[in-house]
């Protein structure tokens, strides 16, 4: 009887220890558990969605942004990163963002700019001279304030990740724009997106990211397009085997978390999250560019085509794409403007 109590009693300490150790104070000097620090905030678990691999550029960098969040809020904040499209495609994962029911995510510009129309014209097709001009874009004063357009939608934007240059591929050889007319190819959930793949005389198939390599296995679509990384990631390199480098846009990925989650945490904490969003984008960048070179290098050697377009062909495709100018740059004319003159 008296062996029984004390076990009990042995619990209820343990359980006592454990609760301390767990309301973020690290359990190790009584005094810090008594006095709540000034930055000390709630304990949470935070679910960031992304739509990669775990070995992607962006899904690695999520996992080291959950890492120095749990080290600077002492284990208060736990983020939690599923991968490949564990909670579904980007779209929902948007609205539930925004419903407060997933807290983070990394997404494609595109489907995001649904929700907050502006950023489009950080996707304008051929708008940047190269990566290292989007960068002075998105990291000086334009890129900070259309990050905050997303503020009224109930997103709060944290920070950049690269997507590099977008190009097409198809099943059938095309080597040209006037190749791709009349194709069936998947693009994203985009109103842009759609129009840019109508301007250069294609058809465009909106469709979720994971239902592509079957949908062009089956011959539902005839192409569609994206960066090195994921053509090769996602083997769409094995199943349309002609890759050409027209770079039609470049796509930065944000970082999102929901107002709603944002809301329930602490300043303090809020900070952390701020910092440790920047340098994961910093880890990603480097992260993006290596893969890059390793996907060039898996696609070439598993034996796709990869046509380079002469200045004259290059053109084409510029010509042909200006109408977008209008439709999205109408309203915005002083930050294409801006945009361009940046040097
Ligand atoms: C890129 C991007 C994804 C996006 C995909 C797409 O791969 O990283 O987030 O879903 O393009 O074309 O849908």
Redesign the pocket.
Known sequence: MMHAKKRILAAIALAVVSAVSLSGCGGTAKKDAAKPAADAGKKMVLRYAE??PKDYP?TKAAREFAEIVKKKTNGRITVEVYDSAQLGD?KSVIEQIQFGSIDMAR??LSPLSEFAKQLNVLQLPYLYRDGAHMWKVLDGQIGQDLLKTLDKSGIIGLTWFD?GARNFYTKAPAKSMADLKDMKIRV?ESSMMMDLVKAVGANPTPMA?GEVYSALQTGVIDGAE??WP?YESTRHFEVAKNYMLDEHNRVP?PMIISKKTMDKISPADQKIIREAALEAGKIERKLWAEREKASEKKVRDGGSTITKLTAAQHDEFVKAVKPLYDKYGADVKDIIKKIQDVK
Do not use: F, P
Request: no cysteine.
């Open positions: 739509n990669q962006t980007e997404v494609s997507a994203q990211y994206n960066n994921s990925e």
